[in-house]
């Protein structure tokens, strides 16, 4: 997977990907993840991307022209199966849009920043627009660094264990029961005994029944 990423602050998404788990898919070649300064493709000397809105009010919006600019140029090496807005009005980010965005090939992220973006700049070239909750960030290159990681750990051959992403919450719409280790027994407080007794269909119905438990009891509204 290829994700190409337009901000006007490429420097707050660099750290997510040079650690852990998305650094390894990197490494691996498993994704490829390219920051565009949306400043590289700036009108005038004053190296302009933004200006105030027409009609008056506080806040500034992005401009056209540098976006334009940069989604022409990609799209001109490549084809891509989305262009994603992250905005706070969009479609609230679940585990189901992860899994279908993680199957795409090519797709760039635009990361929205004061008071976002020109309209047009969403009529002619947004296919997509994601939110990562009812709250507004600063601007949108968090919510493409969450976006990101919920898509990459889902790409064959990124976590070691290859069903692990499998077993996450919210696969199934459910939560994912319980988990314990070392030592088994802490200041008297012990793991539930079916876990060290080696019957594995047993403990895959104990999960499952936990599983159910705990979303039956934090999150109803995912078994309806
Ligand atoms: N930009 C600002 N707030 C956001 C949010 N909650 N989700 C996505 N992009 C954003």
Wanted: aromatic residues 8%; proline residues 5%.
């Amino acid at each position: 997977m290829r994700i190409d990423i337009i901000t006007v602050l490429p420097e707050l998404l660099k750290s997510p990907f040079e650690a852990s788990i998305l650094k390894r898919a990197i490494d691996k070649k498993l994704v490829e993840i390219h920051l565009h300064n949306l400043r590289d493709y700036s009108i005038g000397n004053y190296k302009q991307v933004d200006d105030y809105q027409f009609g008056g009010g506080a806040g500034m919006v992005l401009m056209i022209e540098p976006i334009d600019k940069c989604i022409s140029k990609l799209k001109a090496q490549r084809e891509y199966d989305e262009v994603i807005y992250m905005t706070p009005d969009g479609e609230t980010l679940n585990q189901g849009i992860s899994n279908e965005i993680s199957l795409k090939k090519n797709i760039i992220i635009l990361c929205g920043h004061y008071k976002g973006v020109d309209q047009r700049v969403r009529d002619l070239f947004i296919t997509k627009e994601i939110s990562i909750g009812d709250y507004v960030l600063s601007g949108g290159e968090l919510a493409a660094a969450v976006f990101c990681d919920s898509l990459i750990r889902l790409l064959p051959g990124v976590l070691n264990d290859e069903t692990s992403a499998l077993t996450d919450t919210f696969q199934d719409n459910l939560l994912a029961p319980p988990v314990y280790t070392r030592p088994s027994n802490y200041k008297g407080i012990k793991v539930p005994e079916i876990l060290l007794s080696g019957n594995f269909p047993s403990i895959e119905k104990w999960r499952e029944d936990k599983a159910l438990e705990r979303t039956t009891k934090k999150r109803p509204d995912l078994l309806n």
